[in-house]
């Protein structure tokens, strides 16, 4: 069983979230480990903004791909510590990873336990069945057996390559995390690969705020309660739909509108727990507002108010909020994990990948799952 592979005590529950120490123990050893990886500054950004629900930078000047990163969280110290563990993923793969073997698809098809194709591709994709690709050492979720998982799925950097580096598979962070141990890190890894699938079915089915609205009140979460208050006080509409997950988990999408600040934000959550997966989706709904609030991240979109509706224009009306489906996680870390792998295994119709890419002189446990099967769009990165 997957438990007696990744053995771990009960879980310490926050608010908003699961985690297998508790925040200030956690933020000794991101504290630490930020230093070795070149973050060189964690700003508190919230006030910039007027809803008031906590928002970190950590700046790394030195950063391969997003010198800025975010974190958001329902306490300033998880918000700090969401910002910096993030800083820490990213460096991890953008750092060489040197490959295990260097074999066409066909060669070391026996190893794989998996269709390659399955894995999103890039667009366009030159991937075929005799093209020699670098593989990185990983393992099945489902049973622990080893497998290999092509280097171009892990690795992320924005650096230009020498030689001919052929498009084969989307690259992107998704799947990416890190946590105090390695079970808290793949867990909360295969969720953000439910949760981009889920979203990328609503995006790619043609309505970007898809799936059922539903009313957050409905949650019986005090804090979820606290979160929708705290917008409500910002005169800020929110708004939050559940979209629907083959793997059966709670993911949520929440919309953000007010007259004096039209554009549309959006935040996403996925989790066992219906009360985190709500609390995330809200909490990164502001998280994407004051990134353009700041305007210090990478990755902005120059055209992301276009379309906007001018301010003071009427809404059209919307389909009443039905109530939240609620769904409790388990007493530990790895019995969520657990589950959440047999979920995605039969939905995804492949067991997911892990790649382990725990760096030992840094100090935190770092992962990167893939799984074939699940769905992802640029759109929703």
Known sequence: MLTERFPDGPKIRLPGTDRARDPAATLAMAGRAARKVGVTRVADITRLDTVGIPTFQAIRPASRTLAVSQGKGVTPELAKLSAVMESIELWHVEQALPAAVTAPPREVAGRLGYDVHALVPAAPSLLHDGLPLDWLTGMSLEDGSPTLVPRDTVALTLERGTGWNPPLFFASSNG????????????????????????????????????????????????????????????????????????????????????????????????????????????????ARLAYVSGARDDLRADFNDGVPRQGRPEPPREAAGPVPVLRAHDTLAEDLEDAVKRAAVAFGHPPLVVDLTREEVGVPVVKVVAPGARVCPEVM
Do not use: K, W
Request: aromatic share 6%.
């Open 176 to 287: 990416l995390a890190g946590g105090n141990t390695r079970v808290e890190a793949t867990l909360h890894a295969l969720y953000e690969v439910i949760e981009r699938d889920a979203v990328t079915a609503a995006v790619t089915g043609g309505r970007p705020s898809g799936g059922v609205r539903v009313d957050p009140g409905t949650s019986g979460s005090p804090i979820v309660d606290e979160l929708c208050a705290t917008m409500a006080r910002a005169r800020v509409r929110l708004e939050v739909r559940h979209l629907p997950s083959p793997t059966g988990l709670p993911c949520f999408l929440a919309r953000i509108t007010c007259d004096d600040y039209p554009p549309s934000f959006f935040g996403f959550g996925c989790h066992l727990s219906s009360e985190i997966a709500l609390t995330r989706a809200i909490t990164e709904s502001a998280q």
